[in-house]
């Protein structure tokens, strides 16, 4: 079956640090893979994608590298800053009528 | 271009009664989901709607039942409330395509006292 794992939270990082937020996941064929933010109070924003092995999604200084030989889609950025403080979820959808699983989410929390 | 728009955006109900939630899909798009997302937890699929047919369960029980209009629009209908129940109801739009980007709307909180 499908199903995605994340690193645990909370992340405390200070500002200008290097962020890493691992993600693995199981699947059956080939999945699209996703990163979505959630700031609080709200709802999901995608904040990058990749649909292929070796694709690199990127996005507001976020990148993430879809690896097949080892099932992983880690999301980094090399200088976070205080706005970048949510919640961080992995996502892939692979089944026909898309249907997306998600991981449960990691923390973070930026200081200046 | 608007967004996905859910209504209400918060909920009070009671054990045993029954709620609408209702999800207007990005324009264009003809494929609407629902998840539940429980607090400190990573949403869970309810259903999936394209074309006014139901194209997909999640593992819900048999209270929760979902309908699409004939503008793509969506209710989320819970009978029986569960104080299990309370979390926020997220609805997402896409264009149906296997494997693509879903677009999540601001989502409906519901708390069950």
């Known amino acids: ?112 | 271009d608007a967004g996905v728009t859910q209504s209400p955006t918060h909920l009070i109900k009671t054990r045993g009664q029954q709620v609408t939630l209702r999800c207007s899909p990005i324009s264009g798009h003809k494929s609407v989901s629902w998840y539940q997302q429980v607090l400190g937890q990573g949403p869970q699929f309810i259903f999936q709607y394209y074309e006014k047919e139901e194209r997909g369960r999640g593992n819900f029980p048999d209270r929760f039942s979902a309908r699409q209009f004939p503008n793509y629009s969506s209710e989320l209908n819970v009978n029986a409330l569960l104080l299990g129940d309370s979390a926020l109801y997220l609805c997402a739009s896409g264009s149906g395509g296997a494997r693509e980007t879903q677009y999540f709307g601001p989502g409906t909180r519901l708390l069950v006292l």
Request: charged share 20%.
């Open chain 1, 1 to 112: 079956g499908n199903s995605v794992t994340q690193m645990e939270g909370p992340v405390t990082l200070s500002e200008e640090a290097f962020l890493t937020i691992n993600c693995t996941y199981t699947a059956t064929g080939y999945p699209s893979l996703f990163w979505y933010v959630q700031y609080p109070g709200e709802g999901l924003q995608l904040l990058l994608k990749a649909t292929k092995a070796d694709d690199k999604g990127s996005n507001k200084g976020f990148e993430a590298t879809y690896r097949k030989e080892t099932t992983s889609f880690h999301l980094e950025k090399g200088s976070v800053q205080v706005s970048d403080s949510a919640v961080y979820f992995c996502a892939l959808t692979g089944d026909n009528f898309n249907k997306f699983y998600f991981g449960s989410g990691t923390k973070l929390n930026v200081k200046p």
